[in-house]
């Protein structure tokens, strides 16, 4: 097998001496980003300072290792094929003394390392080496759990198909590189298949996620979702805008790609996702250099019907306002929205009904679906600090539908909304010369239910009304002066005189 070298340039020569200044954390230096084995040969030209980003992953009180973590740098062996785990780690100088130890992580997690001291199945911290500075795994040797003074060769490890296991290489002062060697290992590491999976989705989602069976290389993932392609079961694509590593942003490596799409497969629909090259020229990439076969059904999944109910907001409104929209958590049916508004019910506080004169979708026009939904209603809840939209039958038959075709339960209370209280501001002068200017008796706050009476000075009736709408123009009344009453739905009222100008 081809040997491949990695080299990571961190210390200067100057004078001809090396100095070492401090070092940025690599990823490599925690346990959840180690370098995948590829049974080659890693060379480090210069020492790993520090402990990375996630120090003490290792505890000396169940771990060989007395210095604990310190400039580390991991890495990891997925075992394709069964055999002995053979390792030489050789310093540049010989005076540097590195230590190692090799833990089971295949049924454990990199945070599982200083909690169980079972998971460490082979640790050498001599300081002993034959040639000096070298240590590792030789044939006949014995197992070194922690004596000094004792061999710094442990016996191979035996591995089995399947198994993964983590290598930490530590050194309390290191002065120069080194280098770690696995080709001597009959155990074969490197690219099990690729196995994914995804959960079930409701039939309105845009977006899965993809879980994979080992690590992918984030830079592998085509940002722009072209690395993959949805079809449902008739043989509809659905381009994918959008994917993402999950864990991308913390490390070079993810398990779960968040992927998003435009429209979706329907209910009860089963479609499938498949892999191809993407913008950047390739598939999804494993650790040791894999790739996926342009084409391969990564996972099959069932779109379910109904799985997330609806949820509404509205933003509070202010005094005089007669409309306001109201957004759905999920994509609403224009077709299933009545135009007269009859699909709502309002409520305020005192329990005073108010019907809606109109129902629009915001996006209506240029689509099928919408999420937000303008309505218009009949008076204003004048005295009422807060009022509900229910949903109801409108008359076209039906309540709101959302895109899976379920339709939202007649009476359901679609959102609570905090209204600004305003008192009525009542003029007290009208010139009803239909000059468009102060033609009639508006009332700024008038909800459209309240009762009006108008008297002339004998104490006469001349206007009556149980719900006034703002439109008396001093019909059949004189020039002169007058008397209201306007009593609100709380059983409040106003009084006062209303001059007319003809």
Same mark, same amino acid.
Request: with cysteine; charged share 15%.
């Given at each position: 097998?081809?040997?491949?070298?990695?080299?990571?340039?961190?210390?200067?020569?100057?004078?001809?001496?090396?100095?070492?200044?401090?070092?940025?954390?690599?990823?490599?230096?925690?346990?959840?980003?180690?370098?995948?084995?590829?049974?080659?040969?890693?060379?480090?030209?210069?020492?790993?300072?520090?402990? $990375?980003?996630?120090?003490?992953?290792?505890?000396?009180?169940?771990?060989?290792?007395?210095?604990?973590?310190?400039?580390?740098?991991?890495?990891?062996?997925?075992?394709?094929?069964?055999?002995?785990?053979?390792?030489?780690?050789?310093?540049?100088?010989?005076?540097?003394?590195?230590?190692?130890?090799?833990?089971?992580?295949?049924?454990?997690?990199?945070?599982?390392?200083?909690?169980?001291?079972?998971?460490?199945?082979?640790?050498?911290?001599?300081?002993?080496?034959?040639?000096?500075?070298?240590?590792?795994?030789?044939?006949?040797?014995?197992?070194?759990? $922690?004596?000094?003074? &004792?061999?710094?060769?442990?016996?191979?490890?035996?591995?089995?198909?399947?198994?993964?296991?983590?290598?930490?290489?530590?050194?309390?002062?290191?002065?120069?590189?080194?280098?770690?060697? @696995?080709?001597?290992?009959?155990?074969?590491?490197?690219?099990?298949?690729?196995? @994914?999976?995804?959960?079930?989705?409701?039939?309105?989602?845009?977006?899965?996620?993809?879980?994979?069976?080992?690590?992918?290389?984030? &830079?592998?993932?085509?940002?722009?979702?072209?690395?993959?392609?949805?079809?449902?079961?008739?043989?509809?694509?659905?381009?994918?805008?959008?994917?993402?590593?999950?864990?991308?942003?913390?490390?070079?490596?993810?398990?779960?790609?968040?992927?998003?799409?435009? *429209?979706?497969?329907?209910?009860?629909?089963?479609?499938?996702?498949?892999?191809?090259?993407?913008?950047?020229?390739?598939?999804?990439?494993?650790?040791?250099?894999? @790739?996926?076969?342009? $084409?391969?059904?990564?996972?099959?999944?069932?779109?379910?019907?109904?799985?997330?109910?609806?949820?509404?907001?509205?933003?509070?409104?202010?005094?005089?306002?007669?409309?306001?929209?109201?957004?759905? &958590?999920?994509?609403?049916?224009?077709?299933?929205?009545?135009?007269?508004? &009859?699909?709502?019910?309002?409520?305020?506080?005192?329990?005073?009904?108010?019907?809606?004169?109109?129902?629009?979708?915001?996006?209506?026009?240029? *689509?099928?679906?919408?999420?937000?939904?303008?309505?218009?209603?009949?008076?204003?809840?004048?005295?009422?600090?807060?009022?509900?939209?229910?949903?109801?039958?409108?008359?076209?038959?039906?309540?709101?539908?959302?895109?899976?075709?379920?339709?939202?339960?007649?009476?359901?209370?679609?959102?609570?909304?905090?209204?600004?209280?305003?008192?009525?501001?009542?003029?007290?002068?009208?010139?009803?010369?239909?000059?468009?200017?102060?033609?009639?008796?508006?009332?700024?706050?008038?909800? *459209?239910?309240?009762?009006?009476?108008? @008297?002339?000075?004998?104490?006469?009736?001349?206007?009556?009304?149980?719900?006034?709408?703002?439109?008396?123009?001093?019909?059949?009344?004189?020039?002169?002066?007058?008397?209201?009453?306007?009593?609100?739905?709380?059983?409040?009222?106003?009084?006062?005189?209303?001059?007319?100008?003809?």
């Amino acid at each position: 097998m081809k040997k491949a070298q990695i080299s990571l340039v961190l210390s200067f020569l100057i004078w001809g001496t090396t100095f070492l200044f401090a070092q940025s954390p690599k990823p490599e230096q925690d346990c959840i980003n180690a370098i995948p084995v590829c049974n080659t040969v890693y060379t480090f030209p210069t020492p790993y300072l520090g402990a $990375g980003n996630l120090p003490n992953e290792i505890s000396n009180t169940i771990n060989c290792i007395l210095s604990e973590e310190s400039n580390s740098v991991w890495f990891k062996m997925d075992v394709l094929t069964g055999g002995k785990i053979n390792l030489t780690i050789t310093p540049k100088q010989i005076q540097d003394d590195y230590d190692w130890s090799v833990f089971n992580l295949t049924n454990a997690t990199c945070a599982d390392i200083a909690k169980i001291s079972s998971l460490s199945v082979s640790c050498n911290n001599s300081q002993m080496g034959l040639p000096p500075g070298i240590t590792g795994t030789m044939l006949g040797s014995g197992q070194n759990q $922690g004596d000094q003074h &004792s061999s710094p060769f442990n016996s191979p490890i035996s591995a089995l198909a399947g198994e993964t296991y983590l290598l930490v290489v530590t050194s309390s002062q290191p002065t120069d590189g080194f280098q770690v060697d @696995f080709t001597k290992s009959t155990a074969i590491f490197g690219s099990l298949p690729f196995q @994914f999976s995804a959960t079930n989705v409701d039939c309105a989602s845009d977006s899965i996620v993809l879980s994979a069976s080992k690590n992918i290389m984030c &830079s592998s993932i085509a940002t722009d979702g072209s690395d993959f392609i949805v079809v449902d079961g008739d043989g509809n694509t659905y381009p994918v805008t959008m994917s993402k590593g999950k864990s991308c942003s913390a490390g070079l490596t993810t398990r779960d790609v968040v992927i998003k799409f435009t *429209g979706h497969p329907g209910k009860n629909t089963t479609f499938t996702i498949k892999v191809k090259k993407g913008s950047d020229g390739n598939t999804l990439q494993d650790e040791c250099g894999g @790739f996926i076969a342009d $084409g391969a059904t990564l996972a099959t999944i069932n779109a379910i019907s109904g799985a997330i109910p609806f949820q509404f907001t509205a933003t509070d409104v202010s005094c005089n306002h007669d409309s306001m929209t109201i957004t759905a &958590s999920r994509n609403i049916v224009c077709s299933s929205i009545a135009g007269d508004g &009859s699909d709502f019910l309002i409520t305020d506080a005192e329990g005073n009904t108010y019907n809606t004169s109109m129902g629009k979708g915001k996006t209506c026009s240029s *689509g099928a679906l919408t999420k937000d939904v303008l309505i218009k209603f009949i008076g204003y809840p004048l005295n009422s600090a807060a009022f509900t939209i229910h949903a109801k039958k409108g008359t076209d038959g039906n309540t709101l539908k959302d895109e899976c075709g379920n339709f939202i339960a007649e009476g359901t209370k679609l959102t609570l909304v905090n209204t600004e209280k305003c008192p009525a501001d009542i003029p007290n002068v009208i010139t009803p010369n239909h000059d468009g200017i102060n033609d009639t008796f508006k009332i700024t706050g008038n909800d *459209g239910v309240s009762k009006l009476k108008i @008297f002339n000075r004998w104490g006469e009736i001349v206007f009556e009304t149980t719900a006034y709408k703002n439109d008396w123009d001093g019909a059949n009344a004189s020039a002169g002066v007058y008397y209201y009453i306007y009593e609100m739905p709380n059983g409040k009222s106003k009084t006062g005189t209303l001059t007319i100008i003809r």
